[in-house]
């Protein structure tokens, strides 16, 4: 029997494109945002991430996960959306997601906009310059390493 080898990623990240923004508003441009950033699937129906990032980007103080799926579950009845996904298992699980590409960060307890900066200085300083730049930076050493 062949053994099937596992090759984890150490980083990865996903980028779309789509039309600009120009009517989106709310929860339809946190959606957008989320999709062009690889957090969402197109056709992707458990959309809890766009509410957990919009919640923590809305908010002005620091958030614990319990208030954080409290706003969530509060924000989605008042839209009149389903309340799929919303369990504080996946609650913590899409806090993880938004900290590991930077947007988010925990201190102590509760969670918050990385260093209360705007999101495109976030995403230029930490996700283009240093996570995006070091993902590529790796595929050119193996582009060379095939090259010898």
Do not use: W
């Amino acid at each position: 029997m062949a053994t099937v080898s596992r090759d984890l990623p150490i980083a990865e990240i996903t980028l779309r494109k789509y039309e600009k923004p120009y009517n989106l508003k709310g929860r339809d441009l946190m959606r957008k945002l989320c999709l062009s950033m690889g957090l969402l699937n197109p056709g992707d129906s458990r959309d809890v991430v766009v509410d957990v990032f919009s919640v923590v980007f809305n908010s002005s103080t620091p958030l614990s996960s319990k208030d954080i799926e409290d706003k969530v579950v509060f924000q989605r009845k008042s839209l009149g959306l389903p309340m799929r996904g919303i369990t504080p298992p996946n609650i913590r699980r899409q806090i993880k997601r938004l900290r590991d590409i930077f947007l988010v960060e925990r201190t102590g307890n509760e969670y918050k906009i990385t260093e209360g900066q705007k999101l495109e200085e976030i995403f230029v300083e930490k996700i283009e310059q240093y996570y995006l730049h070091s993902i590529i930076t790796r595929v050119k050493e193996y582009c060379r390493a095939l090259q010898e």
